[in-house]
């Protein structure tokens, strides 16, 4: 995105959250705000009408509710990535807005800096999703599920030893420096193999390795 702004749809149904997000994100370089939606509704619209490379996505809305418009962005359009807000970093709908394909969540009463980090984040294709809510969040699939998910262990054997390694590094939240640490290889080889866990298992993101590593039971609390 060299010299591009990143462009960003604000969804949120108050209208001091979408403007107070709207000036700040406009303030920050590299990041410029390109429309508003006032319910999932009206989001799935301007993402057909502005293709925007981020969506905030509030959860709870009228019409649509934040977790029905992430799924039904994420299937049409691959090149929009979620980025949730969320009052509370235990909102118990923030499991099902990952599962939906969100490539993370921000809470709403996140700096400035914290906003414009997030969307660049999510805009990379990385996961927003710090360890202590990764963490939260393998208890809560924990709790969801109680034996591995048939598709997630079927696919898994398609991987190798090494790319399952990764795959449950990635879901404890591990950086992929951070994971060519642990392994002791080199932070390119280790690119090289999130690149083809993500091809092998049809996935978008991290995050969606994550909450596929979760699923597979790769990933279990402590």
């Given at each position: 995105m060299t010299?591009?702004?990143i462009r960003v749809l604000i969804v949120d149904?108050?209208?001091?959250?979408?403007?107070?997000f709207s000036v700040l994100l406009n303030a920050m370089p590299g990041i410029e705000v390109v429309g508003e939606a006032v319910n999932g509704r009206e989001a799935v619209a301007k993402v057909a009408e502005l293709m925007p490379d981020v969506v905030l996505m509030d959860i709870r809305m009228p019409e649509l509710n934040g977790i029905e418009a992430t799924r039904e962005i994420v299937a049409a359009y691959a090149d929009s990535k979620v980025l949730v807000l969320t009052t509370f970093d235990l909102d118990e709908y923030v499991y099902q807005a990952?599962?939906?394909g969100a490539s993370g969540f921000l809470l709403k009463d996140a700096s400035a800096r914290q906003l414009a980090d997030g969307v660049r984040v999510v805009a990379a294709g990385e996961a927003l999703l710090a360890p202590t809510v990764t963490r939260r969040l393998i208890t809560e699939f924990s709790k969801l599920s109680q034996a591995p998910r048939a598709p997630a262990l079927a696919q898994i054997g398609?991987?190798?030893?090494r790319e399952t390694e990764v795959l449950a590094l990635i879901a404890q939240g591990l950086s992929n420096a951070e994971i060519a640490t642990h392994l002791m290889v080199a932070e390119s080889t280790i690119?090289?193999?999130?690149?083809?866990v993500l091809v092998k298992?049809?996935?978008?993101d991290r995050t969606q390795a994550a909450v596929f590593a979760y699923e597979a039971r790769l990933v279990t609390p402590s």
């Open positions: 010299g591009q702004p149904d108050q209208m001091m959250v979408r403007e107070g990952l599962r939906a398609e991987l190798t030893e690119k090289t193999h999130v690149s083809r298992l049809g996935l978008r």
